[in-house]
């Protein structure tokens, strides 16, 4: 089962302004889409669809910190962006707490490892439990940093409110 516990929103928290972040391009378009380029694919939204757009934390599991943001869209699809991270990373400025990171540092050491000698990108992959985190109808991307999450969120929420197409990508 999924433990879940809601720290609410994080809007102005920690959110980078247009173009702090070097590893994010957001710029305006001429239509009324909204539109991400990500590592882990692609995400194009009618900007008069789109009906919700949100960013929040949670913990997940005990042990994962993830910072989402969602873009709800009239249809049949929600769209979930997030940046996760073990909790101990949160510590790491405790003794505990570095002791702690130390080994989450060794295992994420060795799954690297393993994913180069697999040719897989773990980082860029979708986490999920089954049958707790598969949902039908929602299309997810992981992004590997929280500037780049806050520059996404940026991007769609500016991209919203003004009725203007935006196209974001992750270099």
Known sequence: MISLAITGPTHGQ???????NKK???????????????PGGHYMVALDRISSVSRHKYVLDGSLLVDEVTV???????????????????????SAGAAVAGIV???????????G??????????VKKFPHTTHSKTIEYRLLSVEELGALYNSVRSAWENGRGRKFAVK
Do not use: C
Request: no cysteine; aromatic share 8%; charged share 25%.
């Open 14 to 20: 920690n959110a980078p302004e247009e173009g702090d």
């Open 24 to 38: 994010t391009e957001d710029s305006p378009q001429s239509n009324r889409f909204w539109q991400a380029s990500l």
């Open 72 to 94: 709800d869209a009239l249809g049949q699809a929600l769209a979930r962006f997030y940046f996760i991270q073990p909790i101990s990373d949160a510590a790491k400025g405790t």
């Open 105 to 115: 540092d060794r295992g994420t050491e060795l799954i690297d490892k393993a994913a």
């Open 117 to 126: 000698t697999a040719g897989v990108d773990i980082h860029q992959m979708v």
